[in-house]
């Protein structure tokens, strides 16, 4: 079985620019959330997507969006970036979040992206 | 506002030695906490899940337990070799279903 794919891999941008990043859950997967690591805050939810829904969200600016297709598929938004919007951007699946509580997180290898 | 601490920050050892990782969380209303291995530039990989009614999990060399009244979980790695080197998350998935995460502990294990 596939893992977690997550594209690009890597990205540079200038501030004030958009970014679309992608990640393909695993099949059968209908949970994707979307994290943002850095080394000064670490590892912070950003939000959860369920059948095309947003059903969690963390404590990030309207800056960052995100969005689920039918397919389970999901992309995630920054408009105006910031030079602080430098990070790894690390997506993950479950096969619905909070089912029996009893599944874990799968995690992609990440988007690492550099604002300049 | 859930928050969750781990020390040490980072550990190097010699092959062999058995060792603890610790943490924290404020809030003990916690559907399960996990702990997560992340090597350099990568993702993460899970290594256990505790379910809030249990008191621990076991995988290999790794056991993990949790003490979720003092708000406390330890990872126990034993034998400890170089290949377990590597940044050790623990994350707690707290009454909204969101995963907070510590800041991680770097462990590098000397030959």
């Known amino acids: 079985k596939a893992g977690v794919t997550q594209t690009p891999r890597y990205l540079i941008k200038t501030r004030g620019q958009q970014v679309t990043l992608s990640c393909s859950p695993i099949?059968?997967?209908?949970?994707v959330s979307w994290y943002q690591q850095t080394p000064g805050q670490g590892l912070q939810f950003l939000f959860e997507?369920?059948?095309?829904?947003?059903?969690n969200k963390g404590n990030f600016p309207g800056r960052f969006s995100g969005r689920q297709f039918s397919n389970s598929r999901s992309e995630m938004n920054v408009s105006t970036l910031e030079l602080g919007d430098s990070a790894l951007y690390l997506c993950a699946s479950s096969p619905d979040g909070t089912g029996t509580l009893l599944e874990t997180q799968y995690f992609g290898p990440g988007t690492r992206l550099l604002v300049l | 506002k859930q928050e969750v601490t781990q020390i040490p920050a980072a550990l190097s050892v010699p092959e062999g030695e058995n060792l603890v990782l610790n943490c924290s969380f404020t809030d003990s209303a916690i559907y399960n906490l996990q702990w997560f291995r992340q090597d350099p530039g990568k993702g993460l990989t899970s290594l256990l899940l505790i379910q809030s009614s249990q008191r621990e999990q076991t995988s290999g060399r790794l056991n993990a337990s949790l003490d979720k009244s003092s708000g406390r979980s330890t990872l126990y790695i034993a034998a400890s070799q170089p290949g377990d080197s590597a940044t050790y998350l623990c994350a707690v998935m707290d009454s909204s279903y969101k995963l907070i995460f510590g800041s991680g502990t770097r462990l590098l294990v000397r030959p």
């Open positions: 099949s059968g997967h209908r949970s």
């Open positions: 997507y369920f059948s095309e829904t947003q059903r």
